[in-house]
């Protein structure tokens, strides 16, 4: 699919961003462990969450939509069921890391399976420590053949690469093991599994950095509200900070503190950006996020802020191609290793954009420049895709990003909140 997008336009109004993916896929599973129904209202129907649900029915779960609730109905820990098929992940790494976790718990056999995209994605650094606990993984990279273990032994772990899915997939894990899960992280990442386990009744406790987690008999379910997706706001709120004359209102978007990098740096950056109405929706914090256009200036962008934006970086990249002056980001190894190397293939696109800018090992220099127009290429990654969309706003000529079906994998209703916010672009499956 190709995302064709007019140049111009300007982002002004007030909507509403579907739900956060990352707690989405976690309701899915820690609903599927409870007893008892786990009622989810704004879970995200996106093809990377419709893939961890699908996943849960080929293991016995009952899940049902009503209206716009899904109902999970949890039989509790032990009630998984052996698969008939492989499970099939597609494009989501979030998919096979926290159901490798599971899985490796589980007294029946399973594979998991991706895309080709996914299949590239590095599975070592799950498959390494749950080895540790006593499960028997063969692969590093997917496919994942998962067997039957003896048993699950609980660790002590220092995360060497902050992720919260690693470190959610040692504490499904941790559900089953003998002993005390103890998780050590330098820097915390998104702290989603951990206020839902603890919402749902789990022996959890969080001190600085560490997490302790106990194996827990039962999980109760309850009625969990999902917030707006911020990451999927993000591509509103850095296209509108850096946008003179855009003024947006995005509603109930999740402000969990583990997340808000992309709102520090737009603001060290000199963003107009204000959260109103300051709530919680359960078990996350929520805001209203109005955000007014400005021109932005270029920072040194610090890396304390890096892994609370780790998802992000694409969209501020373009924010720092509209900045004045120069925006320097370090400390992002890990885009190396997202869906496509997200510095690589953003500074490709950037350049036939007429960005002037400088790659290093660990990031990149971008230098505020005037965007003219082309094709570009997403390499079939969704945030590149959205990022490049953004970018029009402040072109000449037409931008044309190909391989942009993976939007759908993570905000399917991209292009129609765009055009309702005042950017223009269309959707074409053949382009010449």
């Not at 499970?87 to 926290?98: I, Q």
């Not at 997403?378 to 490049?388: C, L, V």
Request: with cysteine.
């Amino acid at each position: 699919m190709y995302l064709v997008v007019s140049p111009g336009g300007t982002l002004r109004g007030e909507t509403t961003i579907p739900g956060d993916k990352s707690i989405s896929h976690r309701a899915l599973i820690l609903g599927a462990l409870a007893q008892g129904p786990t009622i989810i209202e704004g879970f995200l129907a996106s093809e990377d969450c419709l893939a961890t649900l699908n996943i849960l029915q080929l293991l016995g779960v009952n899940i049902t939509w009503q209206n716009t609730q899904l109902i999970v109905n949890g039989q509790g820990l032990d009630a998984l069921r052996e698969p008939l098929d492989v499970l099939d992940c597609g494009n989501s790494g979030t998919s096979m890391r926290l159901l490798a976790g599971l899985l490796s718990a589980q007294p029946f056999a399973s594979t998991l399976v991706g895309d080709q995209s996914l299949s590239k994605r590095p599975m070592a650094r799950v498959v390494s420590p749950l080895s540790q606990m006593g499960a028997k993984i063969v692969g590093h990279v997917a496919p994942l053949i998962i067997k039957p273990c003896d048993g699950l032994q609980a660790i002590r772990y220092e995360m060497p690469v902050a992720s919260a899915q690693v470190k959610s997939c040692l504490l499904l894990a941790g559900l089953y093991a003998n002993g005390e899960t103890i998780i050590t992280e330098k820097v915390a990442s998104r702290d989603h599994t951990e206020r839902l386990l603890r919402y749902l009744g789990a022996d959890i406790t969080t001190q600085k950095n560490q997490i302790r987690l106990n194996p827990q008999a039962i999980l109760n379910g309850k009625a969990l509200s999902i917030p707006a997706d911020i990451s999927s706001a993000a591509f509103f709120i850095a296209g509108a900070s850096a946008t003179p004359g855009a003024h947006i209102l995005l509603k109930g978007i999740g402000i969990n503190p583990t997340r808000m990098g992309l709102i520090h740096i737009l603001q060290a950056m000199g963003a107009e950006i204000t959260l109103h109405e300051k709530r919680y929706a359960g078990f996350e914090p929520i805001a209203d996020i109005e955000v007014k256009g400005i021109t932005l200036q270029g920072i040194e962008v610090p890396e304390k802020w890096v892994v609370s934006a780790i998802d992000e970086f694409p969209v501020l990249f373009i924010a720092a191609a509209f900045a004045q002056g120069e925006t320097r980001f370090s400390g992002l190894a890990e885009l190396r290793h997202k869906e496509t190397d997200r510095i690589a293939m953003m500074a490709a696109g950037m350049e036939k954009l007429g960005v002037t800018l400088a790659i290093l090992p660990d990031g990149i220099i971008i230098r505020g420049s005037k965007i003219t127009g082309g094709i570009v290429d997403s390499g079939g990654d969704h945030r590149i895709a959205m990022a490049f969309a953004i970018a029009a706003l402040q072109a000449s000529e037409p931008i044309t990003v190909q391989h942009a079906q993976h939007i759908a994998t993570s905000f399917p209703s991209f292009c129609d909140i765009a055009n309702l916010l005042g950017l223009s672009m269309i959707q074409e499956d053949n382009h010449e």
